[in-house]
């Protein structure tokens, strides 16, 4: 599902946080939270497939949820989500969480993240 494109107010806030080379991003949009753990060379990656042109949908691992693999989806020119692939629900259903975001914010708040000391 593609989310409808978002208005020019749609702002996503942040906090980010070291722990040697852990890095936690929490990303604030709407009303919800969302936290991700991650590292330097996946939040290099997370960038270079947001700057690069894809003809179609693509993913790669952001980091991590708890135990859990965080995702991040490049949907489109404007858009990504980044969900949390759960725990096993059925033999072929997991559970996940996601948010939808606009693609220049969340590489604004990747690179900030990568450049914070």
């Not at 980010?16 to 936290?35: H, M, N, P, S, Y």
């Not at 894809?54 to 949907?75: I, Y």
Request: charge should be negative; glycine fraction near 6%; proline fraction near 7%.
């Amino acid at each position: 599902m593609e989310p409808e494109p978002f208005p020019d107010e749609h702002k996503i806030g942040e906090y980010i946080e070291r722990q040697g080379t852990r890095i936690l991003v929490r990303i604030a949009v709407d009303r919800a939270v969302f936290d991700v753990v991650t590292d330097e060379k996946l939040l290099a990656d997370c960038i270079r497939l947001l700057r690069e042109p894809h003809l179609e949908p693509v993913s790669t691992r952001m980091g991590t949820f708890g135990g859990h693999s965080v995702t991040l989806n490049v949907l489109n020119d404007l858009a990504v989500s980044i969900f949390v692939d759960g725990p096993q629900f059925s033999p072929d259903e997991k559970q996940a969480i996601g948010i939808w975001c606009r693609k220049e914010e969340v590489e604004r708040v990747l690179l900030e993240a990568v450049a914070k000391p």
